[in-house]
């Protein structure tokens, strides 16, 4: 369920914030119960909790439980100091919040396979990627407006739908850029760099995972997305310098030379190459800055950390609660250069979100939280948790399905680390 919660979470459901995957996952939590209930409970002692695992838990999430206390208690504390505080918004930007991190906490340990939760992963991906390529063969042939997986009177929210056709709109005006099952571009790179990332860093490949990640890395290109671009360099650099560090000395200067070579190639050819999308990407990357206004790179990306050095010590320190920020922009007149005078949004990248909201004390669980993830499970965990972290500073990813699937296989992967760590040790 978690495997394509991103997909099915574009359709609505009728309660208003709630996605139709978070619905269904909310089903899924049901009739996992009664299992959930006999890990926990001692039934042999009456209704009794089962200390070791209690206490194991605690030992592997007592800093994701923290973190969500902390958020829980500043958000609270936020009616104190915001005049125009909204229970309704705080109240659900916490419950999204407390979902996934009970299913994170509680039931990604007990349910989430890793190699099972991968194959079923690149089953998703694989069908992503025929549709995406379907979207291209429709729109060679003339159809501006290709079979939509995803018609709009279903989309999440109206803005969702508006967003979605204004991207159709301007892929047929300016150049096409295939979605997939997704809303736009930037969401396929989300769902599928995480899986080259995975793979790449197993050890057991063979030549047809070696072909699937070669076209999953295509696919990535060809939406175009300056988003997904970065993601699949970050992945693409780590597995790099992780081949440089385990080489022989004498295979490492051939290596090297093959990278620069790569390297150099692609930067020719975007330097030299006259297409207006690729400028377009560059010139996505030079709009990002203080002076420039509020450009999508700025809304995404620097927005939040200006919000964050124009809040007082205080909030600094501790934050203004989670689901708040329109309340205490308002309230505090908190306008940065990068606002817009008719722009009422809330939008940051997930880090910087949590950064205002939780301040500098959230923000340090909140790290050291995703440091105990990272470490357990060796390199596909430490991968994992910087392409994380990446698309955290980048995207407004916290407490979304991507998100959730990332943590979850940085946890599962690590326990099963740890666990056959223990058995070696055994025998």
Same mark, same amino acid.
């Not at 369920?1 to 995957?21: H, K, S, T, Y």
């Not at 995803?150 to 999440?156: C, F, T």
């Given at each position: ?25 909310? %089903? ?7 299992? =959930? ?16 695992? =209690? ?7 007592? &800093?994701? %439980?923290? !973190? ?7 958000? =609270? ?8 505080? @909204?229970?309704?918004?705080?109240? /659900? ?7 996934? *991190? ?19 992963? /690149? ?37 969702? @739908? ?7 709109? %301007? ?33 057991? #490949? ?23 671009? =970065? ?53 996505? !990357? ?17 927005? *939040? ?6 809040? /007082? ?45 939780? /301040? ?19 390199? #596909?965990?430490?991968?994992? *948790?910087?392409?994380?972290?990446? &698309? ?15 943590? @979850?296989?940085?946890? @599962? ?15």
């Amino acid at each position: 369920m978690i495997i394509i919660l991103p997909v099915l979470n574009a359709f609505e459901f009728p309660i208003n914030r709630i996605g139709f995957g978070e619905f269904l996952l909310i %089903i899924v939590m049901i009739i996992g119960i009664p299992k =959930v209930w006999n890990h926990f409970i001692d039934r042999k002692r009456g209704i009794a909790f089962n200390k070791d695992h =209690v206490f194991k838990a605690w030992a592997l999430h007592h &800093m994701h %439980i923290i !973190f969500l206390v902390y958020s829980i208690l500043i958000s =609270v504390a936020a009616y104190y100091f915001t005049p125009s505080y @909204s229970l309704v918004e705080v109240l /659900g930007r916490l419950a999204r919040q407390l979902l996934y *991190g009970f299913i994170l906490i509680v039931y990604t340990p007990l349910f989430f396979r890793p190699r099972k939760a991968v194959r079923y992963y /690149g089953i998703v991906i694989a069908l992503a990627l025929i549709y995406l390529i379907l979207q291209l063969i429709f729109h060679k042939f003339g159809y501006s407006f290709y079979p939509n997986f995803i018609p709009s009177k279903l989309l999440y929210t109206i803005q969702d @739908s508006i967003d979605f056709r204004y991207h159709l709109n %301007i892929n047929s005006l300016i150049q096409y850029r295939p979605t997939s099952f997704f809303l736009e571009p930037a969401y396929y790179g989300e769902y599928v760099v995480p899986f080259i990332a995975i793979v790449l860093f197993n050890e057991d #490949k063979g030549i047809k995972e070696w072909i699937f990640i070669a076209l999953v890395i295509f696919s990535v290109l060809l939406t175009k997305s300056a988003n997904g671009f =970065v993601f699949l360099g970050v992945v693409l650099l780590a597995y790099s310098v992780h081949i440089l560090l385990t080489l022989k000395m004498k295979y490492k200067w051939y290596y090297t030379a093959i990278l620069f070579l790569i390297g150099a190639n692609i930067l020719a050819v975007l330097y030299f190459m006259d297409n207006p999308y690729l400028v377009g990407i560059l010139n996505r !990357f030079g709009e990002i800055g203080v002076g420039k206004g509020n450009t999508s790179g700025n809304i995404r990306i620097l927005r *939040g950390f200006l919000v964050f050095a124009a809040l /007082g010590g205080a909030f600094k320190m501790f934050g203004f609660g989670f689901g708040n920020y329109e309340a205490f922009r308002n309230d505090y007149r908190l306008i940065t250069d990068m606002d817009h005078y008719v722009d009422n949004s809330d939008y940051m990248s997930g880090f910087t979100q949590i950064l205002t909201s939780a /301040g500098l004390i959230g923000s340090g669980l909140f790290l050291w939280m995703l440091l105990r993830y990272s470490v357990r499970g060796g390199l #596909k965990t430490m991968s994992l *948790g910087i392409l994380l972290m990446v &698309m955290m500073i980048s995207s407004s990813l916290y407490a979304t399905p991507v998100y959730l699937l990332i943590i @979850s296989f940085m946890i @599962s992967i690590g326990e099963e680390s740890v666990t056959t760590k223990a058995e070696r040790s055994f025998l």
